[in-house]
């Protein structure tokens, strides 16, 4: 029977569509969650106590021939783990790095632009980034960013991007905050007035890509 699932910290569509057996795009595009849908615009940024409409399983049969070899084709259903990675605003390009995604080891390189970008299991929690030539170790959290118009969202992206050194995880607009808004707005030709307003916000979501 049909559900409603409350988004937990660490939810995305894609790992709710693998948790219930389905694929991500019919979830997302399910007319139930056409509210949602439009509110967060993109199905990887849920936030805590969101409602996902789950509908019910439809059974699918295919008919052949008796006495018939038949071939099913089952559809794989990657996420895909993004990043681009800069150093004082200047993309690190052509960098050799390892990405360890819970225990499964990726190796590569970055592209001219400092990006990188595999496809990843839908429930993948944690991945570690390590570049080989500095040794740098970074520590992904996969599936836990809030939404970019939110206040922890915002720290979230801010401390991604260098502005934010403080505590993350609470939604307080303290002076740590609105330091990083300031010096953030001015980076941007901004006016620095250290107000989280809607430009300031488009903004945010500009510069770290969601």
Known sequence: MPIDHTVQAGDCINSI??????????????????????????????????????????????????????????????SKLRLTLKKNGEPRANEDYTLDIDGHVITGKTDSQGTLEHPIPPDAVQGILTLKKTGEKFTLKLGVLDPYDTVIGAKQRLKGLGFFHGSEGDDSKDDGFTSALKTFQGDRGMEPTGEFDGQTKDEIKSAFGS
Do not use: C, M, Y
């Open 17 to 78: 569509a693998k948790q219930h057996g389905f694929f991500p795009d019919t979830i997302w595009n399910h007319p139930q969650n056409s509210e949602l849908k439009n509110q967060r615009l993109d199905p990887n940024v849920l936030d805590v106590g969101d409602v996902v409409h789950i509908p019910d399983l439809q059974e699918k049969t295919e008919s052949g021939a008796v006495e018939k070899r038949h071939t099913f084709r089952r559809k794989g259903v990657p």
